[in-house]
């Protein structure tokens, strides 16, 4: 039994391509920034025992742990979300700078190491953005590229796939969660 373990550490890796002997190029990383990527976590080892123990199945590792190499099950960050094209990739509204039609709305816009499974962090991302996209032959409420953040309201689509009686209609919440906070 291999279980997958996540750990809580304000660390990351760098990938890479290097050329190796024969000329081909092979993805690897390095240690980023933060504390040290761990290649053992003894809290998971343990937990993985136990329930191998109670399950009557045999705890086991990856190669990585013989060879003492990290592993990360998720790849998050690189297009980090700012200001600015000086001080990251998209803008708030997952736009690519200089590329105002190009949008990134997957683990790239993730900005830190979640700890857990990031995939509702990611999926509420992606959701926030695509709310703010303008139905076809509509303005763009979203500010301009280098224009401050302006919060606002999500668009409802002009011709909804799910009729509004389905139990997966789309249903804006009827509390803001920061204004209704304190």
Request: overall charge neutral; glycine content about 10%.
């Amino acid at each position: 039994m291999i279980a997958l373990v996540m750990q809580h550490l304000d660390n990351s890796i760098t990938t890479f391509t290097k050329r190796g002997k024969l000329g081909i190029r092979w993805y690897t990383s390095k240690q980023g920034h933060g504390e040290p990527n761990p290649t053992w976590i003894p809290v998971g080892n343990e937990v993985t025992r136990r329930i191998a123990a109670k399950i009557d199945g045999v705890a086991g590792g990856t190669w990585g742990e013989l060879l003492n190499i990290p592993l990360t099950a998720h790849f998050l960050g690189g297009a980090v979300i700012g200001d600015n094209a000086d001080h990251g990739v998209i803008d708030p509204y997952h736009r690519v700078y200089g590329y105002p039609t190009l949008y990134v709305v997957d683990g790239a816009a993730i900005s830190a190491n979640l700890g857990v499974n990031p995939s509702l962090s990611i999926t509420a991302q992606a959701e926030r953005a695509a709310s703010l996209w303008p139905n076809n032959g509509e303005n763009d409420r979203r500010p301009a590229q280098g224009e401050p953040y302006r919060r606002l309201d999500p668009i409802a689509p002009a011709h909804p796939r799910v009729p509004l009686s389905a139990p997966g209609a789309l249903r804006w919440s009827p509390v803001d969660p920061v204004s209704s906070v304190g």
